[in-house]
């Protein structure tokens, strides 16, 4: 069963410190995805990534960060949590064929800043 | 920006009903679209994908397509309480763009 795992599924965090969520695919997925869920907004893209060591601003960068250092692996660094960053974190991949295929999304994982 | 818009609902249907969700999108050049389901927590999941005008069924779901309207829709016939979630329309940018584009979803309740 193919899949794409999500490091946590729940994680609660402190003002300040640098977080860090892990996403692998074993797919063979060249496109990953970071996305945050809140309630009333929707899916906002974060940043991607359609290569190693290649990544792309989304939507919504702003006191994000991402690595991409595997294939297979797709990290976002939050490098000073903020409360305002609690939300569902959501990682996603897919083939590069124009979004033909859809993606598919991990667990998801439920960060809360305090 | 490429918009996907979507019915917030909440949309309630009795149990057995057909259960109609659409969806409408800013991108002519857009030629792939999705349909996810989510249940409350949990992560989106692929139901349902359409390249062609027209309609193509799977189950008791039956995605519809209509690209000179720029409209997608997915019917849900003989509703079950267990298809209550929120589902997701997702169209790909257009000239072969890599990124899908999400509407922000309506929620389905299907009542007993």
């Known amino acids: 069963d193919v899949k794409v795992t999500q490091s946590s599924r729940y994680l609660v965090k402190r003002t300040g410190e640098k977080v860090f969520l892990e996403c692998v695919q074993d797919?063979?997925?060249?496109?990953m995805f970071w996305y945050r869920q809140d309630p009333g907004l929707g899916l906002r893209l974060i940043y991607f990534?359609?290569?190693?060591?290649?990544?792309e601003k989304g939507d919504i960068p702003e006191g994000y960060s991402v690595s991409r250092e595997k294939k297979e692996r797709f990290s976002l660094i939050l490098e000073s949590a903020s409360t305002n960053q609690t939300s569902m974190y959501l990682c996603a991949s897919s083939f590069p064929t124009g979004g033909g295929y859809g993606y598919t999304f991990g667990s998801g994982t439920r960060l809360t800043v305090v | 920006q490429k918009e996907v818009e979507q019915n917030s609902g909440p949309l309630s249907v009795p149990e057995g009903a057909i259960a109609s969700l659409n969806c409408t999108y800013s991108?002519?050049?857009?030629?792939?679209f999705f349909w996810y389901r989510q249940y409350s927590g949990k992560s989106p999941e692929l139901i349902m994908f359409?390249?062609?005008?027209g309609d193509k069924e799977d189950g008791r779901f039956t995605a519809q397509l209509n690209k000179a309207s720029q409209y997608v829709s997915l019917l849900i016939r003989d509703s079950q309480p267990s298809d209550s979630a929120t589902y997701l329309c997702?169209?790909?940018?257009?000239?072969?763009?890599?990124?899908?584009?999400f509407g922000t979803g309506t929620r389905l309740t299907v009542i007993p």
């Open positions: 359409i390249y062609s005008n």
């Open positions: 997702a169209v790909n940018g257009g000239s072969g763009a890599n990124n899908l584009f």
């Open positions: 990534s359609y290569d190693v060591k290649m990544k």
């Open positions: 797919m063979d997925h060249e496109n």
């Open positions: 991108d002519r050049g857009s030629q792939s």
